[in-house]
């Protein structure tokens, strides 16, 4: 029974070593180097530490060493590139850079002369030429990058259209999907804008409808108050004349406040679970009086007032008020002023008068002596 065993494992390992013959075994220049494959690693001369597996693997390289390559083509034109890994039919198939890794079919299978980038998944990073330092992780994940650096994408089809953009980073499925040829942006969950640079985004609009953010909450911090517009852009709202155009006095425009009507109110459970009590304006009735101090939401209906338009209103109303007090106060003033003018004239007046009665009385009871002499 032992002798049958052992005659069936023979035969299996005759049988494994003929159908290693017929895949074409090539005989390692150096004993580091280990090929499996007909023409794997067919022109190699001096390359050290060199694995190839797989037809053709490793087919042209020559002075290349530490390089792995596990599928057909895989590290097919490489010559004198190092420390690269592919694995998958055809990754890394033109590959003459360094420090490289392509997992999947057709990873990094243009790249000629880029190094650092890591490949994982059908078609990732499959344009690359050039290109170094770019992480893509998922199924044509940076598929068309062709000579953009630094760029990392997580997710299928993560930085899809990306070609010579740089320093981009895309998580999510389809991330950056659109982004073609702008720099430093940040997608996450996003399909990006064409062309676009320095952009964060976080969520689709009309997908998340609502977001937290720890560590916000409670923590005291000085600064310029963030806005979000319409379409979801967070910002502050710059106060500098170079962003301004058609600068003119409110004027009487400001008046339009005069009619709003001031409530308390508490919001819906759903927005305020506290029931806090609020006071401020309801934004339908500020559109009656002045539209132009109402912001609205994305079917265009009322939905918030523009409080900072409402306070230079008020801060144009009080001036104006202002104006026409001190204006009062001078007139006021000076009307003060006649009078007191007028009170020191008319004491003049009576000091004088009080003079003249003096000597008049004084001439009087000479002139009655004299009238009784006769």
């Known amino acids: 029974m032992n002798q049958l065993i052992d005659l069936r494992v023979l035969t299996l390992i005759a049988f494994a070593l003929t159908n290693l013959a017929l895949l074409g075994q090539v005989k390692a220049v150096d004993p580091t180097d280990t090929f499996f494959g007909g ?23 020559t002075t290349g060493f530490n390089n792995t390559a596990v599928g057909a ?3 097919f034109s490489n010559t004198t590139g190092v420390f690269n890994t592919a694995t998958g039919a055809n990754a890394l198939a033109n590959n003459t850079g360094n420090d490289n890794t392509a997992t999947g079919f057709i990873a990094l299978s ?3 002369t880029g190094s650092d980038n890591t490949a994982t ?3 990732a990073l499959a344009l690359n030429t050039t290109g170094n330092s770019n992480t893509a992780n998922g199924s044509q994940a940076l598929n068309n ?3 953009g650096n630094n760029n990392t994408a997580d997710g299928f089809q993560a930085l899809l259209s990306n070609t010579t953009g740089s320093s981009n980073i895309a998580v999510g499925f389809g991330a950056g999907l659109f982004l073609t040829t702008g720099d430093n ?6 399909s990006g804008i064409p062309d676009e640079a320095n952009t964060i985004r976080v969520g689709t609009q009309g997908t998340q409808t609502k977001t937290f953010i720890a560590g916000v909450s409670g923590a005291g911090v000085s ?4 806005k979000v517009n319409a379409a979801g852009q967070l910002g502050t709202a710059p106060s500098s ?10 004027d009487k425009a400001s008046e339009t406040i005069l009619a709003l009507k001031p409530v308390s109110f508490r919001y819906k459970k759903e927005i305020d679970p506290e029931r806090t009590p609020q006071f401020g304006l309801v934004a339908e009735e500020v559109d009656k009086v002045n539209p132009d101090l109402v912001a609205r939401d994305a079917q265009g209906k009322p939905y918030t007032v523009r409080y900072e338009a409402v306070n230079a209103m008020l801060l144009n109303e009080f001036l104006k008020e202002h104006k026409a007090f001190l204006e009062e106060h001078r007139t006021v003033q000076k009307q003060q002023n006649e009078i007191d003018a007028l009170r020191a004239e008319l004491k003049e007046q009576r000091a004088l008068i009080q003079k003249v009665n003096a000597r008049i009385e004084m001439r009087n009871p000479a002139s009655q002596v004299a009238e009784n002499n006769h």
């Open 39 to 61: 023409g794997a690693g067919m022109s190699v001369t001096t390359g050290v530490q060199d694995s190839g597996f797989g037809f053709e693997a490793l087919f042209s390289n």
């Open 73 to 75: 083509f895989a590290l």
């Open 110 to 112: 243009n790249n000629t």
């Open 121 to 123: 998944g059908l078609n």
């Open 145 to 147: 990058n062709t000579t």
């Open 185 to 190: 942006n940040i997608d996450i969950g996003n």
């Open 223 to 226: 600064g310029m108050a963030v």
């Open 241 to 250: 004349a170079r962003f301004k155009e058609a600068i003119k006095p409110i």
